[in-house]
T-cell receptor, first 113, second 111 residues
Framework: GAVVSQHPSWVICKSGTSVKIECRSLDFQATTMFWYRQFPKQSLMLMATSNEGSKATYEQGVEKDKFLINHASLTLSTLTVTSAHPEDSSFYIC?????????FGQGTRLTVV | GENVEQHPSTLSVQEGDSAVIKCTYSDSASNYFPWYKQELGKRPQLIIDIRSNVGEKKDQRIAVTLNKTAKHFSLHITETQPEDSAVYFCAAVTGRRALTFGSGTRLQVQP
């Protein structure tokens, strides 16, 4: 199957700082990638769609100025959580579709202290 | 947009029994329905999927059924084992290929 790699797997940061999360498709090209967020004991919720070469599209209620997405190449999308606050602490996970199937990164556990 | 409802939220069965998890979706344009198993802190793992042109699919102890008219799909696990214990999510995919997940079912298989 296809491989999607996400880094870092976990990060602890201070309130007010920014954190960048990378998502790479290792063996296929992904013009579209998706970013999801999962709070403890909850489901995965789509945050935004990352489009190679164009602006990301954000789901309702997700602040585009807080969650910056860049999809600079066909294999790399980044999510930057700016001015992080404790309520941003969550599990962030990317996926890249190939045909219909979604291939997930390992996820990033973000803890803001 | 798409809305996926999943029941039950928790399910406890004895080892060897069957487990059934049910989902409904709202968008008739959804055409792909994967099921995922997620262990704590890990990425979702695809266990079975079904496309809208198929009514049933089976893979060893796992089966999925789809009723397009009623917009229902279900996961069936037979001969459950303790290692089946995890959280299971259903999902629906429309043309833009983003996943809309159900709320999850925590399955516990008692030895």
């Amino acid at each position: 199957g296809a491989v999607v790699s996400q880094h870092p797997s976990w990060v602890i940061c201070k309130s007010g700082t920014s954190v960048k999360i990378e998502c790479r498709s290792l063996d296929f090209q992904a013009t579209t990638m998706f970013w999801y967020r999962q709070f403890p004991k909850q489901s995965l919720m789509l945050m935004a769609t990352s489009n190679e070469g164009s602006k990301a599209t954000y789901e309702q209620g997700v602040e585009k100025d807080k969650f910056l997405i860049n999809h600079a190449s066909l294999t790399l999308s980044t999510l930057t959580v700016t001015s992080a606050h404790p309520e941003d602490s969550s599990f962030y996970i990317c996926s890249a579709p190939r045909t219909e199937e979604a291939f997930f990164g390992q996820g990033t556990r973000l803890t803001v202290v | 947009g798409e809305n996926v409802e999943q029941h039950p939220s928790t399910l406890s069965v004895q080892e060897g029994d069957s487990a059934v998890i049910k989902c409904t979706y709202s968008d008739s344009a959804s055409n792909y329905f994967p099921w995922y198993k997620q262990e704590l802190g890990k990425r979702p793992q695809l266990i079975i999927d079904i496309r809208s042109n198929v009514g049933e699919k089976k893979d060893q102890r796992i089966a999925v059924t789809l009723n397009k008219t009623a917009k229902h799909f279900s996961l069936h696990i037979t001969e459950t084992q303790p290692e089946d214990s995890a959280v299971y999510f259903c999902a629906a995919v429309t043309g833009r290929r983003a996943l809309t997940f159900g709320s999850g079912t925590r399955l516990q298989v008692q030895p």
